[in-house]
T-cell receptor
Framework: NAGVTQTPKFQVLKTGQSMTLQCAQD?????MSWYRQDPGMGLRLIHY???????DQGEVPNGYNVSRSTTEDFPLRLLSAAPSQTSVYFC?????????FGSGTRLTVV | GEDVEQSLFLSVREGDSSVINCTYT??????LYWYKQEPGAGLQLLTY?????DMKQDQRLTVLLNKKDKHLSLRIADTQTGDSAIYFC????????????FGRGTQLTVWP
């Protein structure tokens, strides 16, 4: 039982490049969410999903897109990376108040 | 996460108790959580409390919830150097939609 798997673990992008952070869970959880963690800021909610085909914005959605075509996968897309998006990104899935977090993706935009 | 507030730093001596405090603003919160994060690592769920409880104990950890004052605390008994980490308080704001709101974290340093 892998839980929540995030790939890649590390990524360096140039300003203006695009990329997709992958998140997959094998627990059949309906709810999934993305967070970013910046030093001294805690985790902030980017986007979340309550099921396949349904997504919504969190606290800091600008610059990010998401989709949820299957229950298992919830990718986060950066269309045009900016240095302000340098952060550690965490994906989570949940069921009845029980949250499982992935190990994170450390993204640097230069 | 401005609606969840924590003090940023706490230093204690090994063997003492640590108390980390958190305040939140949403009175509809259903669950409140404490997570631990060690350097370069992900989030580890330490414990959580349901909003209709006022205390929960789990080995060295005691969570106290004052719903009237919207105050949550985490007490770690017999604190060890391995407890040095950042501790995050999080609440769900009463949402059943699978999203959490975090405080900025409290850096706990344990001195031998």
């Amino acid at each position: 039982n892998a839980g929540v798997t995030q790939t890649p673990k590390f990524q360096v992008l140039k300003t203006g490049q695009s990329m997709t952070l992958q998140c997959a869970q094998d627990m059949n959880h309906e709810y999934m969410s993305w967070y970013r963690q910046d030093p001294g800021m805690g985790l902030r909610l980017i986007h979340y999903s309550v099921g396949a085909g349904i997504t919504d914005q969190g606290e800091v959605p600008n610059g990010y897109n998401v989709s949820r075509s299957t229950t298992e996968d919830f990718p986060l897309r950066l269309l045009s990376a900016a240095p302000s998006q340098t952060s550690v990104y965490f994906c989570a899935s949940s069921y009845q108040g029980c949250y499982t977090f992935g190990s994170g993706t450390r993204l640097t935009v230069v | 996460g401005e609606d969840v507030e924590q003090s940023l730093f706490l230093s204690v001596r090994e063997g003492d108790s640590s108390v980390i405090n958190c305040t939140y603003t949403d009175s509809s919160s259903t669950y409140l959580y404490w997570y631990k994060q060690e350097p370069g690592a992900g989030l580890q769920l330490l414990t959580y409390i349901f909003s209709n409880m006022d205390m929960k104990q789990d080995q060295r950890l005691t969570v106290l919830l004052n719903k009237k004052d919207k105050h949550l605390s985490l007490r770690i008994a017999d604190t060890q150097t391995g407890d040095s980490a950042i501790y995050f308080c999080a609440d769900d704001r009463g949402s059943t939609l699978g999203r959490l709101y975090f405080g900025r974290g409290t850096q706990l340093t344990v001195w031998p």
